[in-house]
């Protein structure tokens, strides 16, 4: 049974910087790409960023790009969004999710499992 937990959410002000984690267990880490979408109150979940397998291609929504940064460590099962210079329009509840398989993908439909989510809340 795969299992994606995230942490590292909370309450920030803008111009702060969070990270999110997102441990996963159940099936072999290294072998499935690994992404991160968030939804906010009243709106449909979007994609934030993705990262292949191996970890050599990565990819991020315009919206966070040069701000937000994906990684993953395959010794430690865990992939992680360093997100910096938040703004209050980052205000949502952020989702990791375990792609199909290795290659990176925008697309939500790509991802088998999903995590329960965490909140990040930013205030101006």
């Known amino acids: 049974q795969v299992q994606l937990v995230e942490s590292g959410g909370g309450l920030a002000q803008a111009g702060d910087s969070l990270r999110l984690s997102c441990a996963a267990s159940g099936r072999t880490f290294s072998s499935y790409a690994m992404g991160w979408f968030r939804q906010a109150p009243g709106k449909e979940r979007e994609f934030v960023a993705t990262?292949?397998?191996?970890?050599?291609?990565?990819l991020h929504a315009n919206s966070v790009k040069g701000r937000f940064t994906i990684s993953r460590d395959n010794t430690k099962n865990t992939v992680y969004l360093q997100m910096s210079r938040l703004k209050p329009e980052d205000t949502a509840v952020y989702y990791c999710?375990?792609?199909?398989?290795?290659?990176?993908?925008?697309?939500?439909?790509?991802?088998?499992?999903w995590g329960q989510g965490t909140q990040v809340t930013v205030s101006s």
């Open positions: 999710a375990q792609g199909g398989g290795p290659g990176a993908s925008v697309t939500g439909a790509w991802y088998d499992y």
């Open positions: 990262i292949s397998s191996n970890g050599a291609m990565t």
